[in-house]
C-alpha cells in the first residue's frame, strides 16, 4: 500500500513528505488512518540520535480510524476511533502488575526501529525503512500498531484534541494523577510548561489542588499554564525564584515536577521542596544530575523518576478523555493543530515556544 510519511534523514536535515511503501498487515496488527498526530519532545530527542541511513520515520502520538485489524486481533473493529500509544510486552512482571510503562522490553518495542524480529513495516523502493516508532511511526498518512498500543475511544472523541494523550499528556497528567495524587492542601510547583507540564498543571487543577505553581522560560507559556489551572508562574531566569517559591508555597513545595532534565534546575526542585516533599523527574536530557544528600536524608525527601505517566493506557487515557469532557482538562487551550504538509514549521514553533502541543491533521480521504 503507497502512502505518504515524513521522513527523517539524519539529525540535521528537516522531515521530507515522501511515497513509500506500508507492507501487508500481520495477524496481531490494526491499520489506521490517521486523522491527526501530536509533536512530541521524544520525537525530536530521538531525530537527533538516528543516523541519516535508513530513513526514520517517527510519531507516537497517533491518532486515526481502523481500516483493517489482523486474524487474532480481538476487542478492535474497522471504523473504530482509536488513540496509538507506546508498545508493551503484556508478560513481563511489570506488565502482569499492570505497570505497562515499566515494561522490560519497553526500549526494544518501542525504540529499536522495527518491530522485535527486526523487520519493518514501511518501506521505499524496496529498502526497509526505520519503522515501526513506539509500535506506530504515526507521522504518516497510515500506520500499522499492534493490538497493546491501540486504545479505542469514544466514537464522539475529538481526535485532534486527543492525540496527546497518547504519550505527551499522558506523561504529564499521569505524574500527578498517578504518582503524586496530592491533596486539595498541597503545594505543587511544574518545572517546564511545554506540553508535559503544562498536563501537569492542568491534572493538579482536576484535583483541586489549592497552589499549583508554573516555572518556565517562556512568558507566552506562564500566560497559558495561568489560563488553564496555575495559581502562580515564575520566570525561570529571576535571581530571586528560589525566594518567590518559597513565598508562595508557605516554606518549600510539598510536590514538584520537573519536565526539563536540567541539572541545575534539578538540583534547585529540590532544594525547593518542603520536608517530607517529592519530586517527579519527567525529563529526558542530561543523564547525570548530583543533590546534596544530607538535604535528603535530613528532610526526607523524595526524588522519583516516572515514565508515561505510570499508566496503563487501556485504562488511563479513557479517564483523562472523561476528564476532559467533564471541562476539567482544557486541552484545546494549549492543542494547536497544522497540516501535516506544515510539519516542519510545527516543529520549528515547538521548539521556540510559540506552540505548546503543535499536532499535525492529515486530510480526510477522498469520498467515493
Known sequence: MQITAALSRGPESPFSLEEVTLGPLRADEVRVRMVAAGICHTDLVSKAGVPAAPAAVFGHEGAGIVEETGSRVEGVSVGDKVLLTFRSCGRCLPCTQGRPSYCVSFVSL???????????????????????????????????????????????TDLVAAAPFACGFQTGAGAVLNVLDPGADARLVVYGVGGVGIAAVM??????????????????????????????????????????????????????????????????????????????????????????????????????????????????????????????????????????????????????????????????????
Open 110 to 156: 518501542n525504540s529499536s526501529g522495527a518491530r522485535p524480529d527486526g523487520t519493518s513495516t514501511l518501506s521505499q523502493d524496496g529498502e526497509p525503512l526505520r519503522a515501526p516508532f513506539f509500535g506506530q511511526s504515526s507521522f504518516a498518512t497510515y500506520a500499522v500498531a499492534t493490538r497493546d498500543n491501540v486504545v479505542v475511544v469514544d466514537p464522539s
Open 203 to 368: 491534572a493538579a487543577r482536576a484535583l483541586g489542588v489549592g497552589t499549583v505553581v508554573a516555572v518556565d522560560l517562556s512568558e507566552e507559556r506562564r500566560r497559558t499554564a495561568l489560563a488553564v489551572g496555575a495559581t502562580a508562574a515564575f520566570d525561570g531566569r529571576s535571581a530571586d525564584l528560589a525566594e518567590q517559591l518559597a513565598e508562595i508555597t508557605a516554606g518549600g513545595a510539598t510536590h514538584a515536577v520537573d519536565t526539563t532534565a536540567v541539572p541545575a534546575v534539578i538540583r534547585s526542585a529540590v532544594a525547593s521542596l518542603a520536608p517530607l516533599g517529592t519530586l517527579v523527574l519527567l525529563g529526558l536530557g542530561a543523564p547525570e544530575v548530583t543533590f546534596d544528600a544530607m538535604d535528603l536524608i535530613s528532610n526526607g525527601k523524595t526524588i522519583r523518576g516516572c515514565i508515561e505517566g505510570d499508566a496503563d493506557p487501556q485504562s488511563f487515557i479513557p479517564r483523562l478523555l472523561r476528564l476532559q469532557a467533564a471541562g476539567r482538562l482544557p486541552v484545546d487551550d494549549v492543542v494547536r493543530p497544522y497540516p501535516f504538509a506544515d510539519i516542519n514549521a510545527a516543529i520549528a514553533d515547538a521548539v521556540s515556544g510559540a506552540a505548546i502541543k503543535p499536532v499535525l491533521v492529515f486530510d480526510e480521504p477522498p469520498e467515493s
